[in-house]
């Protein structure tokens, strides 16, 4: 049984790359593990994302995808990215404890304000997977960091919407998460890499429709 799958071409190149399976899951591992390190200020989350995404797009596209290149990218994305970072983290904060509230009947309705919060969580965390993956595609057209995010927002919202079965694929993805960190928490770690490449599978995906 082969191992091996054909990815995108690449400028200039008529045929696809041949892509390791086997290669991308570790790549795939390795670029979660970090992007969970950035993430940890939480602030960080979109930049470190936009980062692993990029760095999963060179590995399946054939370009440099070495540590060294994540970091750079990592580096590059963080500027104009504080203002989303920051209600990225607020968010963040404030579902988590809707969800513990509503889990333990301290809110009133917990029927309705936990379904209501999950899929509330589901929605901003596809938005931000967008939004991630689309930063690469404009951090090379402007030098105002900041309207780099303002417009890799608005393409997210807009592709989110016009590609709507690739934002079921990434609510799938982010249940599969959920699942895998309620079988065993320890899976937290793997989560990041998973999220990573089903965003860069998803914007592959888009591009070729």
Not at 5 to 11: G, K, L, M, N, R
């Amino acid at each position: 049984m082969s191992i091996m799958d054909s990815t995108t071409p690449v400028p200039g190149r008529p045929e696809p790359l041949p892509v390791n399976r086997f290669a991308l899951f570790s790549e795939t591992l390795l670029a979660g593990v970090l992007v969970l390190v950035l993430s940890i200020p939480l602030v960080t989350i979109p930049a470190a994302y936009a980062a692993g995404i990029a760095h999963l797009e060179r590995h399946l596209s054939g370009r440099d995808d070495s540590v060294r290149s994540l970091w750079g990218t990592f580096r590059a994305a963080l500027p104009g990215s504080w203002k989303l970072g920051i209600t990225t983290a607020a968010a963040a904060v404030v579902i988590i404890l809707n969800l513990l509230l509503a889990w333990v009947g301290q809110l009133p309705g917990p029927e309705v304000v936990l379904p209501a919060t999950l899929v509330l969580a589901t929605c901003a965390t596809i938005l931000l997977l967008r939004t991630a993956s689309a930063w690469s595609d404009f951090a090379g057209d402007r030098a105002d960091a900041r309207g780099t995010w303002q417009s890799a927002l608005a393409a997210a919202q807009s592709i989110s919407l016009r590609d709507w079965t690739g934002s079921v694929l990434l609510a799938v993805a982010i249940f599969g998460s959920v699942v895998f960190v309620w079988m065993l928490v320890a899976l937290f770690v793997v989560v990041p890499g998973m999220l990573v490449l089903a965003s860069a599978a998803v914007k592959i995906r888009s591009a070729r429709a």
